[in-house]
């Protein structure tokens, strides 16, 4: 844990929703669907409000640039683009527990739209990697093709790429570079 469970858990959810963006050649867009949107809201551990409909998607989507422009900005534009979000929404910071996770902070209401709650918690948990002066957690893949955001929130800070898929292509590029050349 680099920081706390709730901004670490609010990082990797904000990177793997801003890498749903077709921005790297080729790929595709990865929230199509009100059932991805489902199956993002579940891996990380969303609670509160989920309509489950076309006008929640469509907002969640659009979130997605403003996300990544804030995951993979420089520390003092990150600052304007954290403050803008938090003063859009009025966020206003709560201490709450729920069942399975101890006290952490909300700053919206549960019944707050999820595109809020999500742009809220990015900007929370980028107040804390900003005060922290660690924005070195973040950056972009290191695959050739690929434009993700990696979040490494490892201990010796060693991940490269945004996803088990870049890992594994690289590692399999690195593999057939040693056997070329011990051949
Ligand atoms: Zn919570
Ligand atoms: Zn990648």
Not at 62 to 69: D, G, Q
Request: proline letters at 2%; a negative charge.
């Amino acid at each position: 844990m680099v920081f706390t469970h709730d901004t670490d858990v609010s990082l990797q959810a904000a990177a793997a929703l801003a890498n749903t963006l077709a921005i790297s050649p080729g790929s595709v867009d990865e929230l199509a669907t009100v059932a991805a949107l489902d199956a993002f809201f579940a891996a990380y551990d969303f609670t509160g409000r989920h309509d489950r409909d076309r006008a929640e998607l469509d907002e969640v989507r659009a979130l997605r640039i403003r996300v990544r422009e804030l995951l993979t900005a420089e520390r003092d534009e990150a600052v304007r683009l954290a403050n803008e979000l938090l003063a859009e929404h009025s966020a206003t910071p709560q201490l709450v527990r729920h069942t399975t996770y101890d006290w952490h902070i909300h700053a919206t209401e549960p019944d707050a739209p999820l595109a809020t709650r999500i742009a809220v918690e990015t900007a929370m948990a980028m107040v804390d990697v900003i005060r922290a002066d660690e924005l070195s957690r973040l950056s972009i893949c290191d695959d050739e093709g690929c434009a993700g955001v990696v979040v490494d929130l490892s201990r010796n800070r060693s991940k490269r790429y945004c996803s088990a898929t870049c890992t594994n292509r690289n590692a399999v590029a690195a593999y057939r570079e040693r056997q070329a050349s011990t051949k």
